[in-house]
Nanobody
Framework: QVQLVESGGGLVQAGGSLGLSCAAS????????MGWYRQAPGKQRELVAT???????NYVDSVKGRFTISGDSAKNMVFLQMNSLKPEDTAVYYC???????????WGQGTRVTVSS
């Protein structure tokens, strides 16, 4: 059974930093990409950042220069370092693991990030 276990998140003041981590396990297929998505109250879930197995990264424009995604492919882990946080970054952040066409795509349970002004 595939599991994505997230940690990190919490409450921080605007301008502060937080780090998220996610560990994936339970799938015989290799991970093609991992990423972070977020969903703010009343809004649709949106992509924050992704990283592929070859290290290629992608960010939503609103977090470029403030957030950094990294991964540890040996441990099937992905990290998100969030700096210069803004109140509009407040959301539930979800980890995603893409195992490709045959392996499927899976989600973590979500971790809440709250940025106070």
């Amino acid at each position: 059974q595939v599991q994505l276990v997230e940690s990190g998140g919490g409450l921080v003041q605007a301008g502060g930093s937080l780090g998220l981590s996610c560990a994936a396990s339970g799938n015989e297929f290799s991970i093609y990409a991992m990423g972070w998505y977020r969903q703010a109250p009343g809004k649709q879930r949106e992509l924050v950042a992704t990283i592929t197995s070859d290290g290629t990264t992608n960010y939503v424009d609103s977090v470029k220069g403030r957030f950094t995604i990294s991964g540890d492919s040996a441990k099937n882990m992905v990290f998100l370092q969030m700096n210069s946080l803004k109140p509009e970054d407040t959301a539930v952040y979800y980890c995603n693991a893409d195992y490709g066409w045959y392996g499927g795509t899976f989600w973590g349970q979500g971790t809440r990030v709250t940025v106070s002004s």
